[in-house]
């Protein structure tokens, strides 16, 4: 294996970031306040299939976005980086010409906040990547007589946010995952992902072990169930599937608690309470996404967002903040949790087969969305690795099988009980950027799960 | 304009002609140059404009038997240079290890342009917000609406693709689109019931200027919205049980989406996104005989549509776009793929090879995808159904990774009982399975009620990628389908 290390000391990125607005700063006229954010990346990917290459290559980009404001009229706009001075000094002028001309435009806007007492803050995480070329022997190895599909990604990511008056915080870490699934036949696969900072062959290998011996339990004939109620468990990354769908549409959220758009609007509404075994939180700390927001607020380390089944805080956003009245605590404006945490309970995570005894595994859930929004009933499917099993032993995988249910069951009046550990789970979302959102989840065993389809 | 686009720009084509190899089996850069302009009133109060310009190239190379890409913002001559030397690399790295071999031979040249008759910059910005706070006031008209936005989304982007490879050859095409996204929404709440109307839930966009917002009568929706809004507070729930299914044409959009468009998708087929987006239940020997639907069925591939979504001269490989059929009188015969798709497949496809941007490759993915009208009025569809519902505006959508189990979700229902409509419904979902459900397809409208729609944020691939697709139908009846309501 031939690594690199990358992403150590203060970089080129955060300097460059830093000359260019210090430079936008400089050219502001009378009480103007410049927010500045920075996104970007240098990235290598190798996209496989059957283990072998259907694209490979690298992205690199950066993009910078500002709010230019005066008093409280302000307009906002991005440009792409080119990474070269004078050309960069040039655009960023030309978009600041271009929001003051809008500005003119645009009254007062009574939802604008943004942080005004500096806080710096600087966090680099480095790490230890193999070379792309050893990346791909490596992986190619491990694939060799399995049908490997997935995709590699290596390399840095920041995001930094700077002010007019003063403020500089930056993110970055280089880090590497491999997302991919061996397939048996069909839809039966074993889904894996390894990421993380340094490349470890050996971590490596035992994830691959870990496959190839559920890739062999999904080598049994599979099973079709009929719709109904069953017993089931689901797995960390089943869990993650409900809590992102929650998160996305706001049950976290202040705009959608004070808008009655909230999934658990019955919580709000009829004192309808989830499971007092369940405890989440946003859990900055524990999360491996950035500690500041894009008007220069820095979150706290956890902020509890259901403690013991009952609604505690909401992630509140600047704008939220001024629109219904309360203080803000850093959260980004569409106010979904970027590193949600449930706590582990006590169902032993290596007891789960016996505790669930006779019923469904499911490995993973997909394709969430809601039957009835507001009344949180919430329909997907399971896929990948799921299992009858029977009196704590795998029977067979169970082709796929469409649940509607609600929260309000699966995490409330139905949850048995918590694993006593939790899986960190990276997000491996690559819209426009690589994601640095993440969960930390337990497993979950539940009573009944409502299958339809 | 903020800065100068580098398309049609005479020294970057200049540069990039100069920098492209010429000693390799196949070369392209592809220069996308997007800007955009961001207008929302919410509540009343205006959100922040919000402006967005971004440009890049991907540099691709095909070379002894390897491919690798490079994409930058970078766009000096070190900077393409820079790219070209990352591209070769990976190009050596990947020989050998490739799923297919074989180079583009492909040199395309010539143009597009998307169709504007009213130039959106001929309508100025304080029209433009003028026009969506009176929006704003006809949505926000009672105190149960909570919360409403009226929001316009005006995208530029212009493309260049250059190719060229060892034998001399060279392909020139340079596209433009002009793409306008209205929206409108209206959510009413009374204690645990939440509802929410939208302008088609986004489906209402396509290429062209401000003519746009009059091609779905934007300027007359607000009240219709708001009004419905609150009318489904008091509504029964959808009743459950198996009936018919007219669906308008802004769930039609989502229907064609999921359960024909995304399951004839060649790279599904052949495992490219089974560790993400998924499979297919379709397979490669179902090309030619499979009955995908009944004989009513006819879904068309049509980039040529003037002032559909994702109307387009050429994909993003350069393969020239044309009209062709999917499904023919319900029969499947051909898939969405393109050339190297069709290459490995040995299936029939189309120009279909498209990215999101510069910073993304390109894959299979739908276009405007199409059923065609049919020959009966809405009004004699509706008068058939003896118990049934008929559904509008899609507000969910789950199916399985191999596109065959699906549930959605509408925005507004009404209850059809012997062929007349009763009464409106709230929470109106229904269930089935893509491989049969489009043989009970019985009954497709004529080209009154037929809509030409896009979705705006189709996601897809590894590395994620978002495209607009278009849709276009008529009103479609389907018989025997599993109709359900909402908790309360």
């Known amino acids: 294996m031939t690594t690199v290390s990358t992403s150590t000391g203060h970089s080129d990125a955060q300097g460059y970031f830093d000359e260019l607005v210090t430079a936008a700063t400089s050219s502001l006229v009378g009480d103007e306040v410049l927010l500045a954010n920075v996104a970007g ?29 005066e008093g409280r009229r302000h307009v906002a706009g991005s440009i792409s980086l080119s990474g070269e001075h004078s050309t960069d000094e040039a655009r960023v002028a030309a978009l600041l010409g271009r929001l003051r001309e809008q500005r003119a435009h645009v009254l007062d806007d009574p939802f604008l906040l943004y942080n005004t007492e500096p806080v710096s803050t600087e966090r680099i995480e480095s790490g230890t990547i ?77 994830k691959i072990d870990w496959s190839a011996q559920q890739l062999a339990a999904l080598g049994r004939d599979p099973v079709d169930l009929s719709p109904g109620e069953y017993r089931t468990f689901l797995a960390p990354r089943a869990v993650e599937q409900i809590t992102e769908l929650l998160s996305w549409y706001g049950a976290f959220g202040q705009r959608a608690h004070e808008t009655r758009q909230t999934p658990l609007l019955r919580m709000l ?28 607020f820095v979150r706290p380390d956890r902020i509890p967002l259901v403690t013991n089944g009952i609604y505690a805080e909401t992630l509140v956003s600047p704008r939220s903040a001024q629109e219904f009245g309360i203080a803000t605590n850093g959260a980004g404006d569409h106010e979904q949790p970027e590193s949600l945490a449930i706590a582990p309970g006590d169902v032993p995570n290596d007891a789960v087969n016996e505790a669930l005894g006779t019923g469904l595994y499911v490995g993973n859930l997909w394709y969430l969305n809601f039957s009835d929004q507001a009344a949180c009933r919430t329909t997907g499917m399971t896929r990948f690795a799921t299992f009858w099993m029977d009196d704590g032993e795998i029977v067979a995988p169970v082709n796929v099988l469409r649940f509607d249910d609600t929260a309000f069951h699966l995490l409330g009046d139905r949850l048995e009980g918590l694993t006593d550990s939790a899986d960190v789970l990276l997000d491996t979302s690559t819209y426009e950027q690589r994601s640095t959102s993440s969960q930390r989840l337990p497993g979950a065993l539940v009573s009944a799960m409502r299958f339809v389809l | 304009m903020l800065i100068d686009s580098p398309v049609g720009s005479s020294g970057l084509e200049g540069r990039l002609r100069a920098t492209l190899p010429t000693d390799v089996d196949h070369a392209s850069a592809r220069i996308v140059d997007e800007r955009s302009e961001h207008l929302r009133v919410r509540r009343h109060e205006l959100d922040p404009i919000f402006n967005q310009f971004d440009s890049g190239v991907m540099i691709t190379i095909w070379d002894g038997g390897g491919l690798g890409y490079a994409a930058t913002s970078d766009l000096s001559e070190s900077g393409l240079a820079r790219a070209v030397d990352t591209a070769r690399g990976w190009a050596r790295i990947t020989a050998g290890a490739m799923i297919t071999t074989a180079a583009p031979s492909r040199h395309a040249t010539g143009s597009y342009e998307s169709p504007v008759e009213v130039t ?37 982007v212009d493309q260049l693709l250059l190719t060229t490879s060892r034998d001399g050859a060279e392909g020139r095409v340079e596209q433009r689109f002009r793409f306008l996204y209205p929206g409108l929404r209206a959510t009413a709440n009374e204690g645990t019931n939440t509802q929410t109307r939208t302008f088609g839930a986004n489906a209402f966009c396509g290429q062209g200027g401000a003519e746009v917002l009059g091609r779905f009568g934007f300027g007359d929706a607000a009240t219709r919205i708001a009004e419905q809004s609150l009318e489904l507070l008091h509504a029964p729930n959808c009743p459950s049980g198996v009936m018919d299914l007219l669906l308008a044409p802004d769930q039609m959009v989502l229907q064609i989406h999921e359960s024909i468009g995304h399951p004839l ?48 001269g050429f994909d993003d490989d350069g393969t020239p776009a044309r009209r062709q059929h999917l499904i023919e009188n319900g029969i499947l015969v051909r898939g969405l793929g393109g050339e190297v798709s069709q290459e490995r497949s040995g299936v029939p496809g189309v120009a279909n090879s498209r990215a999101t941007s510069w910073n993304r490759p390109p894959i299979d993915r739908m276009a ?16 058939s159904i003896e118990d049934g519902v008929y559904m509008h505006t899609n507000t969910s959508w789950s199916i399985d990774d191999s596109r065959n189990k699906f549930q959605f979700g509408c925005e507004y229902g009404q209850r059809v009982v012997d062929g007349e409509i009763v009464g409106t419904v709230r929470n109106p979902g229904y269930r089935g399975v893509s491989r049969t459900f489009w043989r009970n397809l019985k009954g497709v409208a004529d080209r009154d009620s037929f809509t030409v729609m896009g979705t705006p944020n ?22 025997d389908v599993e109709v359900f309501g909402g908790e309360q």
């Open chain 2, 265 to 312: 998708e060649l790279d599904r087929i052949l495992g490219d996104e089974r560790n993400y987006a998924g499979t297919s239940f379709v397979t490669t020997d179902m090309f030619g005989s499979f009955a995908y639907g009944s004989d009513l069925l006819n879904v068309t591939f049509d980039p040529t549509v003037p002032g559909q979504l994702a109307s387009y």
């Open chain 2, 368 to 383: 405007n995808l199409n059923v065609e009208p049919g020959n009966s009025t809405v009004d004699e569809l509706v008068s």
């Open chain 2, 458 to 479: 189709c996601g897809k691939g590894e590395l994620n990628q978002q495209v607009g697709t278009g849709h276009a139908s008529p009103a479609c009846l389907f018989a």
């Open chain 1, 41 to 69: 990346e240098r990235t290598d990917f190798i996209r496989l299939n059957n283990g072998d290459v259907r694209q490979a290559g690298t992205i690199d980009q950066r993009v910078l976005s500002v709010d230019l404001i």
């Open chain 1, 269 to 296: 509404v009829d004192d309808i309470a989830l499971s007092p075994l369940l405890n989440i939180s946003e859990d900055t700390a524990g999360g491996v996404a950035p500690n500041f927001q894009t008007s220069g």
């Open chain 2, 120 to 156: 959106w910059d001929s309508m100025p910005l304080t029209d433009r917000l003028d026009l969506l706070h009176q929006q704003s006031r006809l949505l926000g008209i009672d105190d149960r609406i909570v919360d409403w936005s009226a929001s316009l989304v005006r995208r530029e």
């Open chain 1, 130 to 206: 193999p070379t792309p070329d050893a990346a791909l022997a490596d992986i190619r190895a491990a694939a060799a007589g399995r049908d490997l599909v997935g995709i590699y990604a290596s390399g840095d990511t920041y995001s930094g946010f700077a002010n007019s008056l003063g403020q500089r915080n930056w993110f970055q870490s280089a880090t590497f995952n491999l997302d991919w699934c061996f397939y048996l036949r069909a839809d039966k696969a074993a889904k894996n992902l390894y990421a993380g900072y340094d490349w470890d062959d050996d971590a490596f290998a035992a």
